[in-house]
């Protein structure tokens, strides 16, 4: 059997392709050996100005989004313009991202204690006390009406936006959609808020303008995916699976509309209206 290790990564790429391995398939009394691919999940060490702040176990692709929304969602930086280098460097047993922040950015974030080890991006894990959780505010207040046959046609378009999913069947995605249910773009991760925060980074790169579109994920809606979605000021979450009680508390606070359980045949609003 092969070993379950990353192919080498290129520094500064985010080229990373699933592990070739075995897998049995068990079925009455018959065993059949098969060939499959099993998505990476590695540990991604990431610093600010050589300072460490997190390890993160994820899938090491779109690493330059991924640590861009990641410091947005916690708090590092306010827009993609505070952050000056992003250096990706392969080590012996994970890979490092140093971050370079404008240098006011940088003296601010010097003072946070908060430090997360070796998980799929938990979103509050390292946090001291209750008082400390994240409180999006709203970054704009007109924000694009949704309709629901713009989100019956992003969540019917997505499975088409998830290569690494249908090779491996083992990540969570996340799509960047307009107000009229095209997708735009599109992220992939072993970890839920991974593949938001991936999707977020991408986004605040790409210049486009928050509000005028929403956001679908492959998971369920809970109270951080919530949190981060309002962060970046999009219109609305959509979400495959329901949502827990404080997603939609927060949902409903921060005036994210909020839509579960989202399939091309119909969906449950928590928060919001859709339009039709």
């Not at 951080?224 to 309002?230: G, L, N, R, S, Y």
């Amino acid at each position: 059997m092969s070993t379950l290790l990353p192919l080498a990564t290129q520094a500064g790429s985010t080229a990373c392709r699933p592990v070739a391995s075995t897998r049995w398939r068990y079925e009455a009394e018959t065993c059949v050996a098969r060939d499959t691919e099993i998505a990476v999940e590695w540990p991604v060490n990431i610093r600010y100005g050589s300072v460490p702040y997190a390890v993160m176990m994820a899938t090491p692709l779109d690493l330059d989004d991924f640590v861009t929304g990641f410091s947005l969602t916690e708090g590092i930086i306010a827009d993609a313009s505070e952050i000056r280098a992003i250096r990706i460097s392969d080590e012996p047993e994970a890979i490092s991202v140093d971050v370079e922040l404008a240098p006011g950015r940088f003296r601010q974030h010097l003072g946070r204690q908060r430090r997360l080890t070796g998980r799929t991006s938990c979103g509050v894990c390292g946090v001291e006390d209750a008082s400390q959780l994240p409180r999006a505010e709203r970054r704009s207040a007109t924000r694009t009406p949704v309709a629901a046959e713009a989100v019956a046609r992003a969540v019917g378009d997505l499975r088409a936006h998830q290569p690494l999913h249908a090779r491996t069947r083992a990540v969570h995605g996340a799509a960047w959609c307009d107000r009229e249910g095209r997708i735009l773009m599109a992220r992939e991760d072993v970890g839920r808020h991974n593949a938001l925060d991936k999707l977020i980074g991408a986004v605040l790169r790409a210049g486009e303008a928050a509000t005028g579109g929403f956001v679908v994920v492959t998971s369920r809606a809970s109270y951080e995916m919530v949190e981060k979605t309002a962060m970046l000021g999009a219109a609305a979450l959509v979400s495959v699976s329901a949502p827990t009680s404080l997603a939609v508390s927060r949902a409903r606070a921060a005036g994210l509309m909020l839509v579960s359980v989202a399939r091309e045949d119909g969906c449950e609003v928590f928060s919001g209206e859709l339009t039709r």
